[in-house]
């Protein structure tokens, strides 16, 4: 499987002279053609302990490589001296999500200057607090004035985000690029009514947005590892001071794979065989 190249990517957002730190992963085989790429935002606990990816992001990160993908992490957190935020109240955190939507835009643009990167097969995907950085991203921008390049992507998927900001009277209605929510029903850290809610708001509009609702599941569902426990660190959620329920679901776990591929092959990001069949030499 690919190994990490840990990376330096300039962000001059952050301040002069300074980077983001990004895990890449390159798939080992070698392509006829530039390659899909994948922003994925980790989540309020960072990407892992001691630098090393998360159970979820190692898994995701590796269903990603074997479908062709190139992947980087942009590490919002570290780069600015922090571990986690996931124990923070909301309105105490430094680290917006609107401040991770800037990183996304140093990460893309360092990104598409590879030559092994098609910039027209680019994902964003975040969990939780990186999936409100992905809606972040792609509201980004005047509706007068249309989206910039910079915040178009072929497809981006945000796991149960928080979507409270953007279902309110004053939210932003429309997105820069197709969009996937998949939320658990009985997620009580970033419920799923408000994504549901904003959905509807924006309606037919293209792009186009969807979620999908998992039947029984709480954050964190799509984890490998872990049991289901209420965190009562978390200061946050639907009932604040009580803590918040996290932990996997097997069974709407393997769901969203499913549907993230076929997702991800409709867009034309995943070769298929015959495509695969017809880039080879004769």
Known sequence: ?????????????????????????????????????AILLHGCGGVGGEGKLNARHT?????????????????????????????????????KQSDR??????????LTARPDVDASKLVIWGWSHGGGATIATITRSGVLSGFSDEVKFAQAIAFYPGCSLYANAKGPKSISSPLA?????????????P?????????????????????????????????????????????????????????????????????LRERGLIATARNKANASPN
């Open 101 to 110: 939507s800037d990183d996304v835009v140093a990460t893309r643009k360092w």
């Open 1 to 37: 499987m690919a190994q990490a190249e840990i990376v330096a990517i300039p962000a001059p957002h952050l301040g002069e002279g300074k980077t983001l730190r990004g895990q890449l992963f390159v798939p080992e085989a070698k392509a006829d053609a530039p390659r899909s790429a």
């Open 195 to 263: 994504c549901k809610e904003w959905i509807a708001q924006i309606g037919d509009k293209k792009p186009t947005a969807t979620i999908t609702l998992v039947p029984g599941a709480y954050h964190d569902f799509d984890n490998p590892a872990g049991k289901l426990r209420v965190r009562k660190d978390v200061p946050n959620g639907v009932n604040p001071g009580q803590g918040v329920t996290v932990g996997p679901d097997p069974v709407a776990r393997e769901a969203a794979k499913v549907q993230i591929d076929a997702l």
């Open 181 to 193: 929510l998949i939320v658990g029903e009985a997620d009580d850290w970033t419920p799923a009514a």
């Open 59 to 95: 898994m995701w990160k590796d269903w990603l490589v074997e479908r062709g993908f190139i992947v980087v992490f942009p590490e919002s957190f570290t780069s600015r001296g922090y571990a986690e935020v996931c124990t923070q109240k909301f309105q105490s955190r430094t680290i």
